[in-house]
C-alpha cells in the first residue's frame, strides 16, 4: 500500500486519473476542480462531489506569526473552523488528489508531520504547493524556496510540488505576462529537483508569456502548468481556448471560475 501511495504521489495527476478510468483521455481540462475547500461545510461538499482535485489553504491558526494548530484558511483569514488534521479525516478516504497551499514557510513543517501521519492512506495523487518568486506585479514577499523545498522533500522526494510566482493584475490596463528572467530563474531553481512540478500561472497573464512558458515546459517532460483565475481577472474563453492551442493539452490543468469554466469545457468537447 505504500508503494501504491507514493507511486500516486509521484504520477503525473491525469496519468493517474487515466490509469484509474476516471477521465477519458490524456487531456489536464479532463481533470475537474475544487477551489478554496477550506471550511467543513465547503471540505464535506468538495468530499462528496464529482471533482478529481482539491485545492485547500493553509495556514498557522493566528496567522503568519501564528504559533498555533495549521488550519485550513487564506489570509487575510486567521482563524478557521477546520484544522488540517480534521480536513484530511475528511478526504484521506475519498479518490479525490489533493492540492494544498502554503502562504507562509512557518506553516510548512507541522503540516508535513500531520500529512506523514496519513500518508498511507493517501493513494491518490498529493501536491504541494507555494509562491517562491515574484512575478507579473506581484509583492516581493514569497516564500523562501530553498527553505520550502528542503523541508518538503525532506518529508516527501517523491511529492508532486507546484511551485508559482506572486502576481498582480489591474483592470482598464495592460498587464505585463511572465518574463524570461522570471521563467529563468524558476528552472534555475528546478534543475535539481527530480520530482513532477507544476508551476500555478494566472489565466490573464498566460496569452502575454507563451513563448516563455512553453520553453519553461521544454526543459523537462515532468513539468506543467496549472491555469488559476483571480476573482475580478478579466478574461475570456477564447483567451483559454488559445492557451489551449499553444501547449500539450497532457499538460495544462485548468482551475478556474464559474463561468468561464463550463463555457471552456463545452468549447472543446469535455465533460464537466
Known amino acids: 500500500m505504500a508503494d501504491e501511495a507514493h507511486g500516486a504521489w509521484s504520477e503525473e495527476a491525469v496519468d493517474h486519473f487515466l490509469r484509474s478510468r476516471r477521465i477519458g483521455a490524456r487531456d489536464g481540462a479532463a481533470v475537474r476542480w475544487f477551489h478554496a475547500a477550506n471550511s467543513k ?4 461538499q468538495a468530499a462528496r462531489s464529482d471533482v478529481h482535485m ?19 484558511a487564506h489570509p487575510p483569514e486567521t482563524d478557521s473552523d477546520n484544522t488540517l488534521q480534521e480536513w484530511l479525516e475528511e478526504i484521506v478516504n475519498t479518490n ?24 498511507q492512506q493517501l493513494r491518490q495523487p498529493v501536491w504541494i504547493n507555494a509562491d517562491i518568486l515574484p512575478g507579473p506585479n506581484g509583492s516581493s ?14 518529508f516527501f522526494p517523491n511529492v508532486t510540488l507546484s511551485l508559482g510566482w506572486t502576481t498582480g493584475w489591474h483592470p482598464g490596463q495592460h498587464n505585463k505576462g511572465y518574463d524570461w528572467m522570471m521563467v529563468k530563474e524558476m528552472a534555475q531553481i528546478c534543475s535539481t529537483l527530480s520530482q513532477p512540478v507544476t508551476f500555478p500561472v494566472r489565466a490573464a497573464l498566460v496569452p502575454q508569456s507563451v513563448s ?8 523537462l517532460d515532468r513539468y506543467s502548468l496549472t491555469i488559476w483565475t483571480g476573482k475580478e481577472d478579466v478574461y475570456s474563453v477564447e483567451d483559454l481556448l488559445y492557451i489551449r492551442e499553444n501547449f500539450d493539452k497532457s499538460r ?19 465533460e464537466w
Open 141 to 154: 514577499t514569497v516564500v523562501d524556496a530553498e527553505r520550502f523545498l528542503d523541508t518538503v522533500t525532506g
Open 54 to 72: 482539491i485545492e485547500a489553504d493553509v495556514l498557522l491558526r493566528g496567522g503568519k506569526a501564528g504559533n498555533g494548530d495549521p488550519i485550513m
Open 96 to 119: 479525490k488528489g489533493i492540492k494544498l497551499d502554503f502562504k507562509s514557510l512557518e506553516a510548512v513543517h507541522p503540516s508535513l508531520e500531520i500529512l506523514e501521519g496519513v500518508k
Open 212 to 219: 516563455e512558458l512553453s520553453w519553461l515546459l521544454q526543459q
Open 252 to 270: 495544462v490543468y485548468y482551475d478556474i471560475s464559474e463561468p468561464q469554466n463550463s463555457e471552456f469545457k463545452k468549447a472543446i468537447g469535455v
Open 41 to 44: 461545510a465547503r471540505a464535506v
